[in-house]
Antibody, heavy 118, light 107 residues
Framework: QIQLVQSGAEVKKPGASARISCTAS????????INWMRQAPGQRLEWMGW????????EYSDKLQGRISITMDTSASTAYLDLRGLKSDDTSVYYC???????????WGQGTLLTVSS | EIVLTQSPGTLSLSPGERATLSCRAS???????FAWYQQKPGQPPRLLLY???RRATGIPDRFTGSGSGTDFTLTINGLEPEDFAVYFC????????FGQGTKVEVK
């Protein structure tokens, strides 16, 4: 079955950078987009950006532009989220998700907790 | 940015009852670009419906979606014990945004 598996929890200090990976299986990696969302405690889900593994095109949310990069390794069927200049309010659970159609997300990775604390 | 506002915040119901969840958009959304998700504690969201009313693979037919324009509804007919969870709406018409969630809890 189609599955996305994310890397493990991380703790970072303010100002540092973080990288979270998302490895896909069960389908052709280049056939569907990979999106990244985050969910802070008590906050609504926030879409961060996506990559088209078919051609490498990316799109980022206006709020995070300049601090975010989404890349991929097609040979490993893996997408990466890089977030720079971490702040305490970047503390969230981060999810990757496949977008098989026009913009809905299915399935989702299991989530990665990123904690930013001094 | 299109803001999605869900109501009510919490719905207290008994198994077997019908749940009606609402999601209102701050501007027009094509019904092609609207989805609903279910999330249980410690789990990622699970897609229920896309294009307003199309059920994802494996989703039982007690979950139905309707609506258009700025008002969308998720109806769960005959709540099962596994249906008590948080439900989110999402639009993908302009960028992608989510509602704040409705918690369906056991009365």
């Amino acid at each position: 079955q189609i599955q996305l598996v994310q890397s493990g929890a991380e703790v970072k200090k303010p100002g540092a950078s973080a990288r979270i990976s998302c490895t896909a299986s069960g389908y052709t990696f280049t056939s569907s987009g990979i999106n990244w969302m985050r969910q802070a405690p008590g906050q609504r889900l926030e879409w961060m950006g996506w990559i088209n593994p078919g051609n490498g095109d990316t799109e980022y949310s206006d709020k995070l532009q300049g601090r975010i990069s989404i890349t991929m390794d097609t040979s490993a069927s893996t997408a990466y989220l890089d977030l720079r200049g971490l702040k305490s309010d970047d503390t969230s659970v981060y999810y990757c998700a496949r977008s098989p159609g026009l913009g809905w997300f299915h399935p989702w990775g299991q989530g990665t907790l990123l904690t930013v604390s001094s | 940015e299109i803001v999605l506002t869900q109501s009510p915040g919490t719905l207290s119901l008994s198994p077997g009852e019908r749940a009606t969840l609402s999601c209102r958009a701050s501007q027009y959304i094509s019904d092609t670009y609207f989805a609903w998700y279910q999330q249980k504690p410690g789990q990622p969201p699970r897609l229920l419906l896309y294009a307003t009313s199309r059920r994802a693979t494996g989703i039982p037919d007690r979950f139905t979606g309707s609506g258009s324009g700025t008002d969308f509804t998720l109806t769960i007919n005959g709540l099962e014990p596994e249906d008590f969870a948080v439900y989110f709406c999402q639009q993908y018409d302009t960028s992608r945004t989510f509602g704040q969630g409705t918690k369906v809890e056991v009365k």
